[in-house]
C-alpha cells in the first residue's frame, strides 16, 4: 500500500524540517556586479546563520520587491543607477520601517556615515575596508540590536495597555526642571476624576488640579520622587467645582531612559466622608450616651498630661457589674440593656463636675477624676460609685439588681492612658476574686496586668520550640495541572487551643516584633521540607513560595536568614521565591532594595503579591529586582465576565512575558476562571479548586 502514510522514518524528516527556523532573507541593492559576488561569497564564507541572499541593481526595483515580501535585512549601496547618496537610505527607510538596514557603500565619508547612524542604519561599511567575518558579523549584531529594539518597543506598548486600562488615575509627569509636574500622560480614569478632556489634561501643571495645600505637598512629593516615593490625601477640584479627596502615590520611572514620575490616584471621598461619620457617631457609646472607648482615651490622655501641671492626681475607677451575664441569661437582653442605661445615669449623678464617665464595652464602666489627692479620697469616690450602681434596678421590686466591683488607678504623667486604664483594669479584677468590692492598684497587681504578655510569652515559646507548622498549597501549571511550587503558609499548633491560623497570632508578631524570628522559622521549615520532597522528585523539582514581612526587611536580617535556611536544607537559591505586599513595599523604605538586590544575587527569585491594583505596583516592577508576579485576585475572579478586568489581567500576563517574568493566577475558585486565565496565558496557578492548604504529611499527588 504506497501513497497512504509516509514511512516512520519520513515522517520523523519532515517533522524536522517543519521545525527547523526559516532561512533569513537578505536583501542585497547594488549595482555593481563584482561588489554584488564579493558579498554573496563573503556571507557564504561566513554565515550569520541559514539564509536567502537576494539581489537587486535599483532602488526602485527593491522598493517594489519589498511591497511583495518584507526582507529580514537590507543591505544597502547609496550610489545606485536611479538614486544617490542620504536620499538613497531615507527613502529605503520609508518604504520598510522596522526592518535594520546596513549601509554598505563605497563613500568613506565620516560626516555621511555618522548622519546614516543618526538617520536609523544599524552600521555602516565602506567597500574594500572590511574582511567576510566582519560583514557577517555586522549582520547578526544588526539583527540583534534589531530584536533588542523590538522587544523594548513591545514592553513599554504592555506597560500603556496596563496605563491606560488601570480603574485608578493615572498621569505621567516630567521631572526635569521646568518639566517639573507636567503632565506627559494620562488615562482616562484621571480624565474622569478630573472632569476635564484629554487634550486638556496633557501638558498642565498636574499641581494646578488641586486646592493651595494639596499642590504644595504635591509638588514637594514630586520633586523628592527621584529619593523616595510618596503616598499623601490631596483635594482636587473637578471641572464641575467639586471638591474631591484623592489618595496620591508618587513614584519614579524611567521611560525611554528619563526619569519620570508615575502619579496613581484613587478617589477616597466618600471613604473619607464614611470615616469622618463613623468617627463623630463612634466617639459616644449609642445604649448609655457615655464616652466610648476611643473618646475615654482621648480624655484620659488629656487629664494625664494635665496631672503635671497640678498637684493632684488622675484617678481612674474601673467598675464591672457583677452576675450581669445571668441578668441577661434570665430576663433577656432588652432588660439588660435597660439596667445598663440606668447604670450610666446613676453613675452621671453621682460624678464631680469635670469628671467623665465612659462605657468601653460590656457591662464595664470608667469613671476619670482629676485633681485626686490621697488613697482615702479615692476609696471614698469608689464606695459611692458602688453605692450608685447597687441602687440600679429594672424599675419593678422583682427585677434584676446588681452591684459592681471597683478597681482604682491613680496616675499623673508620664503614665500613658493605656497604662492606667491596664492597672484599673487589674485592680477590679482584685476587687472581684476578694469579694472586698473596691482595690487600689499596687505593684503587686502586676501578675494580673500581665495576662496582655501571656499571648507574646506564649508565642515566643512556640517559636523556640516546636509548636510551629508550615501548610502547603500547591502552585500548578496552567497547562497541565501540574504541581510545580507550593507556598508556605504558617500555623500555630498550640497546646490548649489547637491548630490557629495566621490571623489569631501575626498582629501580635508584628506589633511585638517576634514577626523575625517567626519568619526565619517558616522559612527554615518550608525550605527543609520541600528540599525533601525534591530529593524524590528527580528532574521535577518544586519551587517553595513564602511570604516576607515588613521588618525582615531590615538591613541584613532576610539575606542571612535565607542563607541560614538554604546552608541548612540544600535547597537550591533558584528554587526559592519571596513574596512581598505591596503594604510592605510602602512601609519599607530605607535600604529596601538593597536587600531585595543582595538576595537576589543568592539566586533566590523576589516578586510582587496582588500585582495589577496600582498604588505604587507599576513603580515598583521599574525600580525592584523583581522575577515574578501574582495577578491581583480580584481581577483575575472578574476577568471571565468583565471587560476591563479581563484587559487588565490580560495587560499584566503580557507586561510579565515581555519582561520574562514568571505570572501567576492567585485565588482560582471555578473551573471558568481556570480555564480563562490558562487561556490568557498565565504561567501558574493557584486556589482553592487547585488545591487547599495541607500540612506536609498531606501527599501532594492526592489534593
Partial sequence: MTGLADPPQSQRARSAREHEPAPLRLLLVEDDDADARLVAESLRDVAPGPHALERVARLADALEGVAQQRPDLVLLDLSLPDSGGL?????TRAALSGTPIVVLTGLDDGQTAREALRQGAQDYLVKGAYDPGLLAKTVQHALERHAVTAALHASEQRFREVFDNAPIGMALCGLAGDELGRVLRANAALCRLSGLPMHELVSTRLAALFDAPSRELLVA??????????????VLRHADGALRSLEATVALVELAGEATA??????VTARLEAEESLRALALYDQLTGLLNRTLLQEQLALALRRSARGTGQVGVFYL??????????????????????QVAQRLQSALRAGDAAARPGGDEFVVICEGITSSEMAQRIARRLQAAVRGSG????????????VGVCLARHPVEADEALRRADAAMYTAKRSGSGVALY????????????????????????????VAYQPLRSADDCAVRGVEALVRWAHPELGMLRPAAFLDTAEATGLIVPLGARVLELACAQVA???????DAPLALWVNVANQQLAPSVLTDQVRAALAASGLPPWLLRLELTEQ???????GMVEELSAITALGVGVGLDDFGTGYGALGAVARLPVSFLKLDRVFAAQAPTDATAAAICRAVIGLGADLDLTVVGEGVEEEGQRAWLARAGCDLLQGHLLGEPALPDVDLRER
Avoid at 584 to 590: D, E, K, Y
Fill in 87 to 91: 536620499d538613497t537610505l531615507a527613502r
Fill in 221 to 234: 512629593a514630586l520633586g523628592a520622587a527621584e529619593v523616595h516615593d510618596a503616598t499623601l490625601i490631596a
Fill in 262 to 267: 508615575i502619579v496613581q490616584l484613587v478617589d
Fill in 320 to 341: 464591672d457589674l457583677d452576675g450581669f451575664k445571668h441578668v441577661n441569661d434570665t430576663y433577656g437582653h432588652a432588660v439588660g440593656d435597660q439596667l445598663l442605661a
Fill in 394 to 405: 429594672a424599675g419593678t421590686q422583682s427585677g434584676p439588681r446588681v452591684r459592681g466591683s
Fill in 442 to 469: 499596687s505593684a503587686g497587681m502586676a501578675r494580673a496586668t500581665s495576662e496582655r504578655l501571656a499571648l507574646e510569652s506564649a508565642l515566643r515559646a512556640a517559636i523556640d520550640g516546636d509548636e510551629l507548622r
Fill in 532 to 538: 525533601s520532597w525534591n530529593r524524590d522528585r528527580g
Fill in 584 to 590: 510592605v513595599l510602602l512601609a519599607a523604605r530605607a
